[in-house]
């Protein structure tokens, strides 16, 4: 039998996100100490901890049959792997990352074009080099090891390109965003001899599955309520659900539970206006998967 299945656990600042996603999905992650092999409770799995930088490269030589890494490293590393899923969450929020090109707020610089000749930090050297190299636009790029808004502020570079989710970090740095250049989620990779492997296939697909399920869920809250009769279309029409509300009658009753799931985001202005079309006794409980 081919398994068990090398999994790549991204270390760092996804490395707690990561291991909170898994046992939503149903698996339990032990980092022990300082060790970058952790415990999972299945025994077709065997964890290991590296970079996220590094994560597309371990698998597309086949040290790693699976991982989890930004779409900006695979890009960064130019790794021939199997993108398994998208699986957009991170420690901050669940929209996807940006990759921006940020200059001093009060720079004269409004283009592409006027970094010509300019210095540019970043961590993502080799796709920022790749992006002005194909708009022909002469520029230095260096590799910063962190803090690189900094590089700007103390004169060691004139822009950078920079990962961020609100853009609120480079504000707070004195520098605008000149534009996007990338827009990066985590994703689930394969080495190919695995993906073609049907044991090792199997197990992959089933962790993108609840992978997936779990971010869903995330989304996603149920609704419990009762209903009069005469007031059940009125408050069925108010609900959204991923197919259609369940509608139970209750025993010896004219009345009804009526149970749907809903999208967070409107509960807050949903449950008000069910009450007013006759609901009552509603329940509002989190999901933690939906396949």
Request: proline letters at 4%; charged letters at 25%.
């Given at each position: 039998m081919s398994l068990p299945?090398?999994?790549?656990?991204?270390?760092?600042?996804?490395?707690?996100a990561t291991i909170a996603l898994f046992k939503r999905s149903g698996w339990a992650i032990d980092v022990n100490g300082r060790s970058y092999f952790p415990e999972i409770d299945d025994d077709e799995i065997e964890?290991?901890?590296?970079?996220a930088q590094e994560m597309s490269r371990y698998v597309e030589s086949g040290t790693m049959d699976a991982g989890l890494t930004g779409k900006d490293w695979i890009a960064e590393n130019q790794s021939d792997v199997h993108v398994v899923c998208d699986l957009v969450y991170s420690k901050v929020s669940s929209r996807p990352a940006r990759w921006v090109l940020a200059v001093p707020r009060d720079s004269e610089i409004t283009s592409l074009e006027g970094l010509k000749g300019k210095k540019i930090a970043t961590e993502l050297v080799?796709?920022?080099?790749?992006f002005f190299a194909e708009r022909k636009i002469d520029v230095s790029v260096e590799f910063s090891w962190g803090a690189t808004e900094a590089k700007v502020v103390s004169g060691l570079a004139d822009a950078i390109v920079e990962v961020t989710?609100?853009?609120?970090?480079?504000?707070?740095?004195?520098?605008?965003?000149?534009m996007d250049l990338m827009l990066t989620n985590t994703q689930l990779i394969a080495n190919h001899a695995a993906w073609k492997d049907p044991a090792k296939r199997q197990k992959i697909e089933q962790i993108a599955l609840l992978l997936q399920g779990a971010l869903r869920g995330e989304k996603l809250v149920g609704l419990k309520m009762n209903v009069a009769k005469e007031k059940l279309e009125g408050v069925v029409k108010l609900l959204p659900s991923l197919n259609a509300p369940t509608v139970s009658p209750l025993y010896q009753s004219a009345w009804f539970a009526v149970e749907s799931v809903v999208d967070t985001h409107v509960v807050r202005e949903l449950i008000p206006k069910l009450l007013r079309a006759g609901a009552e006794g509603i329940i509002e409980y989190p999901l933690n998967k939906v396949v």
């Amino acid at each position: 039998m081919s398994l068990p299945l090398k999994l790549g656990i991204p270390k760092g600042s996804l490395q707690n996100a990561t291991i909170a996603l898994f046992k939503r999905s149903g698996w339990a992650i032990d980092v022990n100490g300082r060790s970058y092999f952790p415990e999972i409770d299945d025994d077709e799995i065997e964890c290991a901890i590296c970079r996220a930088q590094e994560m597309s490269r371990y698998v597309e030589s086949g040290t790693m049959d699976a991982g989890l890494t930004g779409k900006d490293w695979i890009a960064e590393n130019q790794s021939d792997v199997h993108v398994v899923c998208d699986l957009v969450y991170s420690k901050v929020s669940s929209r996807p990352a940006r990759w921006v090109l940020a200059v001093p707020r009060d720079s004269e610089i409004t283009s592409l074009e006027g970094l010509k000749g300019k210095k540019i930090a970043t961590e993502l050297v080799g796709f920022t080099k790749r992006f002005f190299a194909e708009r022909k636009i002469d520029v230095s790029v260096e590799f910063s090891w962190g803090a690189t808004e900094a590089k700007v502020v103390s004169g060691l570079a004139d822009a950078i390109v920079e990962v961020t989710e609100t853009g609120s970090t480079i504000k707070a740095h004195g520098l605008k965003i000149l534009m996007d250049l990338m827009l990066t989620n985590t994703q689930l990779i394969a080495n190919h001899a695995a993906w073609k492997d049907p044991a090792k296939r199997q197990k992959i697909e089933q962790i993108a599955l609840l992978l997936q399920g779990a971010l869903r869920g995330e989304k996603l809250v149920g609704l419990k309520m009762n209903v009069a009769k005469e007031k059940l279309e009125g408050v069925v029409k108010l609900l959204p659900s991923l197919n259609a509300p369940t509608v139970s009658p209750l025993y010896q009753s004219a009345w009804f539970a009526v149970e749907s799931v809903v999208d967070t985001h409107v509960v807050r202005e949903l449950i008000p206006k069910l009450l007013r079309a006759g609901a009552e006794g509603i329940i509002e409980y989190p999901l933690n998967k939906v396949v």
